[in-house]
């Protein structure tokens, strides 16, 4: 392929090359497993020490909050099945959204399976929780609220500060998938009443298979992987060394640069939506419009299939989405665009382009011209679209 232009940040980013060089001392000079007692160990825990640190404070946090694990999904299960087991004697009641990542909306299944109530909050047509209901939803036997931070396919940015003063006054604990969020927006743990947080090394140029999981101390949450006594006992297994290097690496350059950064993906961000809604008719954008991450924009085109767009964009060079990398394989329309009020066959199809420092304006306009010509080649093949034309010409 002569040409690729890469617009799926959501999914995963590039690696960034300073992340890179330093991890690849831990692969090779500093091997030694930082559990060992030994002075070659040594370097290996000092890493191991100094990352957790720098993903302590880029959330104001301290560095004996923060447990490894092997990425965002793991985090997620972490919170809610050890807040279930350790808070079921106080209730077994627990609240989200229906626009949560399925590591969250299968773990809550999961626990349904195991004797749990859950509440699914409804949201706005922008993906917006509705404070109100949460307040009303909120009962004595109601033990933990998990809340995205930012949604993974609109971008849409909740109200982090007002859900955990909420919670906060309520006596309930308050979780939020971070996952998509963390390095690309600030957030504070303490200013946001946040008790537990997920994040991941992958979604901000750093490796995969890393992540980790912020739980406020004195909270009771159990063991989740059993064995050594790594993470504080709390969660057993080797440290991923070389991983654990390249997420601190990531936070610190994605911290350091987040301003810069964030304005300008949002301002690209900007002339990609304005240039999409102005050129392509009966076109719509999904997420709230101002409070949506830097880098998101999420579309849906009426009287295609995204999945057919999604295929021809690939053969001209540029990568996309029409939602989840995690439910990739599934036909179904988004749960996330049909909780927003979306009917089927408009939410069909749809279009996720998210950008990174990386993308050029160059790479936002041809996207564009391409989607104008592959969306005005599928609607001419489209017998709904020829049935509109005829009743709007009528």
Known sequence: MDKLIYLDNAATTQVNPEVLDSMIPYFTQY???????????????????EARAVLAQSIGAKSDEIYFTGGGSESDNWALKATAEAYADKGKHIITTKIEHHAILHTAEYLEKNG?????????????????ELKEAIRPDTILV????????????????????????KGVLFHTDAVQAFGHIPIDVDEMNIDMLSASGHKLEGPKGIGFLYIRKGIKIRSFIHGGAQERQRRAGTHNVPGIVGFGMAA?????????????????????????????????????????????????????????????????????SSGSACTSGSLDPSHVLLA?????????????????????????DYTVDKIKEIVTRLRNMSPLYEDFIKKGSN
């Open 340 to 364: 927003i009020g979306l009917p089927h066959e408009i939410a069909h199809g749809s279009l996720r382009l998210t950008l990174s420092e990386q993308t050029t304006r160059e790479d936002i």
């Open 146 to 169: 998990s809340i995205m931070a930012a949604n993974n396919e609109i971008g849409t940015i909740e109200p982090l500060k007002e859900i955990g003063e909420i919670t906060r006054e």
């Open 116 to 132: 749990f109530e859950v509440t699914y909050l409804d949201v706005d047509e922008n993906g917006l929780v509705k404070l109100d």
């Open 31 to 49: 091997y030694g497993n930082p559990s060992s007692i030994y002075t070659f160990a040594g370097n290996a825990k000092k890493a191991v020490d």
């Open 252 to 320: 610190k350059l994605a911290l350091d640069d987040m301003e810069k950064r964030s304005k300008y993906e949002s301002e690209l961000r900007d002339h990609l939506i304005e240039r999409v809604l102005n050129e392509i008719p009966h076109s719509r954008l999904n997420g709230d419009r101002i409070k949506r991450l830097p880098n998101n924009a999420n579309f849906c085109f009426r009287f295609i299939e995204g999945e057919s767009l999604l295929i021809l964009l690939d053969q001209n060079g540029i990568c996309a």
